[in-house]
């Protein structure tokens, strides 16, 4: 494992504030893996065996609906964990996760961390601290869709994207456009639309890359006075 794998994993919000020998105890002898854009992590239903912490890349988390449509439920990127809640949910993963870009991630067997839990009490701590964030982001999308519009939603989610402290940023979009309008609950067709209405607040796209001129503004427009 590359020195840089290690501090993407001890900075986690799962595993941050434990010592690097608790780390190592959890992460065992499982070497990072690489995905290819495309790859199906687990399935909705399969019995959930590990759990994982994105090093880089995207991935998505989603159920499939009676109509065969995608239902996205979260985009999680780098120094993220997903699927851990599935070793207290019947040891079944509740929804499908596939690579949304080339994705770099290494894998916790959920059985020898079941029983750190019960061993070491910081570890149930980081557990639970973890679950609010995971909470937080959930009411987050949810106030997204219900909310705001489909202009304050797409600004709010490439500001999201701008590096903290710039005035102006240039975005590579990290996954496929219809992606991101299922994720904003934007309907495909709207998408470039939206993408539009926003060159009057000093936002362009060309292709997958976005110029936005003043990230301030975006700010404004994406209506959240607290980002």
């Given at each position: 494992m590359k020195p840089e794998d290690f501090d993407k994993i001890r900075s986690s919000s799962l595993f941050k504030g434990l010592s690097d020998k608790i780390l190592r105890d959890i992460i065992g002898d499982e070497?990072?893996?690489?995905?290819?854009?495309?790859?199906?992590?687990?399935?909705?239903?399969?019995?959930?065996?590990?759990?994982?912490?994105?090093?880089?890349?995207?991935?998505?988390?989603?159920?499939?609906?009676?109509?065969?449509?995608?239902?996205?439920l979260h985009v999680f990127t780098e120094r993220e964990t997903f699927a851990e809640a599935a070793m207290f949910?019947?040891?079944?993963?509740?929804?499908?996760?596939?690579?949304?870009?080339?994705?770099?991630?290494?894998?916790?067997?959920?059985?020898r961390f079941s029983t750190l839990l019960k061993e070491i009490p910081d570890i149930s701590m980081r557990m639970l601290a973890s679950t609010c964030e995971h909470m937080k982001h959930l009411v987050t999308e949810i106030e997204q869709i219900k909310g705001r519009n489909a202009k304050e939603r797409l600004a709010y989610f490439l500001y999201k994207l701008c590096p903290e402290g710039d005035t102006s940023a240039v975005i590579n979009l990290p996954y496929e456009k219809i992606l991101i309008a299922s994720r904003l609950g934007i309907k495909p067709e709207s998408l470039s639309r939206t993408i539009?209405?926003?060159?009057?607040?000093?936002?362009?796209?060309?292709?997958?890359?976005?110029?936005?001129?003043?990230?301030?503004?975006?700010?404004?427009?994406?209506?959240?006075?607290?980002?």
């Open positions: 070497p990072p893996r690489e995905y290819p854009k495309g790859s199906v992590v687990f399935l909705q239903g399969q019995e959930a065996q590990h759990f994982y912490i994105i090093l880089v890349g995207w991935v998505k988390l989603y159920r499939l609906m009676p109509s065969g449509d995608e239902a996205i949910n019947g040891h079944k993963y509740p929804a499908t996760a596939e690579t949304v870009s080339d994705t770099r991630m290494i894998s916790i067997n959920c059985n539009h209405n926003l060159r009057a607040y000093g936002v362009n796209c060309v292709k997958n890359q976005v110029i936005v001129s003043d990230v301030d503004r975006l700010r404004k427009v994406a209506r959240d006075s607290n980002i």
